[in-house]
């Protein structure tokens, strides 16, 4: 096993184990997990199964295959980012409308105020 | 017809209150609300002192959403049109029937104050005239729409489609975005003349470099409203 697959064994297996954690303490919402958790489970695959590995670089076209671990870390993390995009997107349109909904219930409950006293 | 002006507001201490007097004093017997954006100053003090109805957001939300408050507020309120004016004075509340007889008789659903209908008024920098013949350009192109002032916040826009606005409402820079949607949803819109002043004191919300970033993120908003079926 070379030194780099074993790193990259490792480092995996500690991430995942951080965000299994994260889960189990509520932390980490499932549904933003299953992105992360689907990554690890193929690099770890890719990590374990060094044959595989190999063979998928040289139907890729990959001289080295370690690279190829990379490559799917570096896709895997833009997808990820991605979903942060939505997400954020989303959020942001949450919080517009409980802001408005805020605003416009204390103008509300001014005016009631001011019309009892 | 009951109709409320809605005068979005972020840090306009100085203007505001004078804006708010001056729509009082215009004899018009419309409300005037004052949406305060999360203002750092004393915007809504201001507002409050000069007799405006007053919605304060708890953080910044940008001017779509100032302006989106505005209607969620006439539409719970029961009025019938709603006409925004900038509260940097900008936009004269004498103009405010204008746009009010127009959206009344029937002829046009939103109603657009226009800088450049007619000769006379402030007209903005050379870049930025250039910037808004662009987007006439860019508005045309995509739906087909003739317009001369697609920036104007100087609208005056009727219950359907304020409780439309209510519901979804283009973000940050909403003015030609909402122009090219209502469009699209078969609304009718309308320009009049306007003469309009410089801002009386404060900054645009908009600067020089900001400009580029606007327009680029105007004409992608454009497009993308273009893509989107209509019928949302």
């Known amino acids: 096993m070379a030194a780099i697959q074993l790193l990259a064994l490792l480092g995996t297996l500690s991430l995942l184990l951080f965000v299994v954690e994260a889960i189990r303490r509520g932390r980490l919402k499932e549904r933003y997990a299953l992105l992360w958790l689907g990554a690890f489970a ?8 060094r044959p595989w590995v190999d063979w998928l670089a040289l139907v890729l076209g990959i001289r080295y295959g370690t690279s190829l671990i990379f490559l799917m870390a ?13 997400v954020i997107s989303e959020q942001s349109e949450v919080t517009k409308r409980l802001a408005q909904r805020l605003a416009l219930l204390e103008a509300e409950i001014e005016e009631l105020r001011c019309g009892r006293g | 017809m009951r109709s409320l002006i809605v005068v979005p507001a972020y840090n306009e201490a100085g203007n505001v209150g004078r804006l708010v007097r001056a729509v009082r004093s215009c004899g018009l017997d419309q409300d005037c609300l004052v949406v305060d954006d999360g203002s750092s100053d004393a915007t809504a003090l201001e507002a409050k002192e000069a007799g405006a109805l007053l919605v304060r957001h708890p953080v910044n939300l940008g001017v779509g959403a100032a302006e989106q408050t505005g209607y969620l507020f006439a539409l719970e309120r029961g009025y019938e049109a709603v006409v925004r004016l900038d ?12 746009l009010l007889a127009e959206l009344e008789s029937g002829r046009a659903d939103v109603v657009v104050g226009s ?27 995509l739906c087909g729409l003739k317009v001369t002032d697609p920036t104007s916040g100087m609208r005056a826009v009727n219950r359907r489609v304020l409780s439309l606005l209510a519901r979804a409402q283009p973000e940050d820079y909403p003015e030609p975005e909402s122009l090219l949607w209502l469009h699209r949803k078969g609304f009718r819109i309308r320009e009049v003349a306007v003469r309009m002043a410089e801002r009386a004191g404060g900054s645009s919300s908009i600067g020089s470099l900001g400009s580029l970033y606007y327009l680029v993120k105007v004409t992608l908003a454009l497009v993308m409203a273009t893509l989107r079926r209509a019928g949302r």
């Open chain 2, 115 to 141: 800088r450049f209908l007619e000769a006379g008024g402030f007209r903005s920098s050379l870049p930025r005239r250039l910037g808004i013949k662009y987007l006439c350009w860019i508005i045309e192109l």
């Open chain 1, 74 to 86: 570096f896709f895997f993390l833009l997808l990820i980012v991605l979903h942060y995009s939505l």
């Open chain 1, 42 to 49: 193929v690099l770890l695959l890719l990590s374990l199964a």
């Open chain 2, 87 to 98: 509260a940097d004075g900008q936009h004269p509340p004498a103009a405010v029937s204008t």
